[in-house]
């Protein structure tokens, strides 16, 4: 079955550290990924997707993610966090080919708490 | 003014209530989808539209359904509300063309008392 799984659910740094966020996924095909971020009290907003091409993607914010294939992993970075990064973070894929719905999977979720 | 709105954007209910959660969007996006999301579960996908008229059950539907007024409306309905049920809902669009980037609405915050 297709999955998606987040490896820390909470994660606590203080400003200036850096940051990885583990993803791995479950999927035949091809996919697109995606890192998604949710500020406190706010909807889901992109922060960088991957689709073909260049395995390392950057995003908004100073985040970048890598898309290793052998490993089946997608994991966020930032070299240095602040306070204002404090989110909850969502790694999430869908499948490309035949038959493709578009329907994201969505992994557990990293809670971030930034220390200031 | 926002592309995905919901509404309401809280709501306490009680167990047995019928109630609907709407959502609109002025993005001219064919595709719709209502998701729940629960702590530590991450967003599970309730039901997807792909147009007016193509409605499809996605991981977690039972006792749920929707409806598809418009291109621009897709509402969920609790026909019986159960505290189970007591979560933060999603709506999110997506265009067809565009590799499946989903925008998502604030959120409904639900409770089932």
């Known amino acids: 079955a297709q999955s998606v799984s987040q490896h820390n659910h909470h994660v606590i740094l203080s400003e200036a550290a850096s940051l990885e966020l583990g993803c791995n996924y479950s999927y035949g095909g091809t996919v697109n990924l995606f890192w998604y971020v949710q500020y406190p009290g706010q909807h889901l907003q992109l922060l960088l997707k991957y689709f073909s091409g260049d395995p390392l993607v950057k995003g908004i914010k100073g985040f970048e993610a890598e898309f290793i294939k052998s490993k089946f992993s997608f994991n966020l970075r930032k070299p240095s966090v602040q306070w204002s990064d404090t989110a909850e973070y969502f790694c999430?894929?869908?499948?490309?080919?035949?038959?493709?719905?578009?329907?994201?999977?969505f992994g557990q979720g990293t809670t971030l708490q930034v220390k200031p | 003014d926002a592309d995905v709105t919901q509404t309401p954007r809280n709501r306490i209910t009680k167990t047995g209530k019928r109630i609907m959660l709407e959502c609109s969007q002025t993005k001219g996006h064919d595709r719709m989808y209502w998701y729940r999301q629960d702590p530590g579960l991450g967003l599970q996908l309730i039901y997807y539209?792909?147009?007016?008229?193509?409605?499809n059950k996605g991981e977690i539907s039972d006792g749920y359904s929707v409806s598809r007024q418009a291109q621009a409306k897709f509402s969920l309905s609790l026909e019986s509300a159960i505290p189970n049920q007591t979560a933060l809902y999603f709506c999110a669009t997506s265009e067809v063309w565009v590799l499946y980037e989903q925008y998502f609405g604030p959120g409904t915050r639900l409770t089932v008392t």
């Open positions: 999430a894929a869908t499948s490309r080919g035949s038959g493709n719905t578009g329907k994201l999977i």
């Open positions: 539209s792909f147009d007016v008229k193509d409605i």
